[in-house]
């Protein structure tokens, strides 16, 4: 039977003190067999960054470390607690005001993957762009490969459901056995129009289905988004660009409702901010990085509406099924 953890009332690295006895038929946590590297450029800032992934000890969880800052202020939580109001990116800080943004891509693929410890080393404030998918992080954490560690899994299963927004923009969570992602847009009078998907997520369906989905935008935003100070690094390389007669980027899209994929990425890399790996089912309408965090946050504030369990792994469903054998 499934076994539920004293359930707490303030999620950082979903741990509340109680550690319960490493068993062999617990789903164990898991982080790297080594650390690995990559470089690029931001999104928003447009600044060259390295990043370098890092194995972490069992309970860490997700933290982010700038090295071109000294002292503990320098270490960052990724963990709704630490999120800052954005629509365009994701960005989580400190007390000590540090900060890192568009981590969404990032943390996604350490849901895909499984990955429960890690810590993340960058050089500047902004986790590099790649090609504006998960792809390029899934490729560097199987090179770095995957190691089961001597502790238990921990799981945040959805009670009873929870939703914020309005008729028109909206997301929601609500009990469901394995965890499931959808998500609907609507850009009118543009080429992109109406899109809706819906996965039952594991590891091989993030890696082929919805990891490789890039960030989109439209020309028309451009003027704006530069005179804000934002899309600095920019490019045909790392995003997909809109026009108001179509894609621009010369290779065309890796799927016809890629836009969809992405937005529904973006959201599972938005909601493994809640510490650990969710048992439940995600809608989300016309939602962004903003209302994802909300959204986690009415969770954390309703105690019957979650608890944390850890599963057997015989009868474990949920994602990712498929334990990479690297």
């Not at 109001?85 to 989580?92: F, K, N, P, R, Y």
């Not at 890192?100 to 902004?126: Q, S, Y």
């Not at 089961?148 to 609500?174: K, M, S």
């Not at 997520?201 to 490789?212: C, N, Q, S, T, V």
Request: hydrophobic share 45%; proline share 6%.
């Amino acid at each position: 039977m499934r076994r539920q953890v004293s359930s707490v009332s303030q999620v950082s690295s979903v741990s509340n003190g109680i550690h319960p006895a490493v068993e062999a038929d617990l789903v164990p946590q898991k982080t790297l067999r080594s650390a690995v590297g990559c470089s690029g450029i931001g999104l928003h800032t447009g600044a060259k960054v390295a990043l370098e992934l890092h194995p972490a000890p069992v309970d860490r969880g997700v933290v982010f470390r700038r090295l071109d800052l000294e002292g503990p202020g320098a270490m960052i939580p990724a963990h709704v607690d630490q999120v800052r109001t954005s629509e365009l990116c994701t960005e989580i800080a400190n007390a000590a005001g540090v900060s890192i943004k568009t981590i969404e891509h990032l943390v996604a693929a350490f849901a895909g993957l499984g990955i429960d410890n890690v810590r993340v080393d960058l050089d500047g404030p902004e986790v590099p762009a790649m090609d504006g998918s998960a792809a390029p992080f899934v490729q560097l954490i199987e090179r770095a490969g995957i190691l089961e560690q001597a502790a238990p899994r921990r799981y945040i299963r959805v009670l009873r459901p929870i939703r914020i927004g309005d008729a028109r923009r909206f997301a929601e969570l609500a009990p469901a056995e394995t965890f499931r992602i959808g998500f609907e847009i609507d850009f009118p009078n543009s080429p992109v129009g109406e899109q809706a998907i819906a996965f039952d997520l594991d590891y091989d369906i993030f890696k082929a289905e919805l990891g490789p989905a890039r960030t989109f935008g439209f020309t028309r935003d451009l003027e704006k988004l530069w005179s804000s100070g934002l899309a600095k690094g920019g490019s045909l390389a790392n995003a997909v660009v809109v026009g108001d007669d179509g894609v621009l980027n010369e290779e065309g899209l890796r799927f016809a409702d890629e836009f969809v994929r992405h937005k529904a990425l973006d959201a599972l890399g938005d909601l493994y901010l809640a510490g650990a790996p969710i048992l439940g089912r995600f809608h989300g309408t016309q939602s962004g990085h903003a209302m994802h965090a909300r959204l986690l946050q009415a969770l954390f504030a309703e105690p019957s509406a979650w608890r944390v369990e850890v599963l057997p792994e015989a009868e474990a469903e949920a994602w990712p099924r498929r334990v990479a054998a690297l």
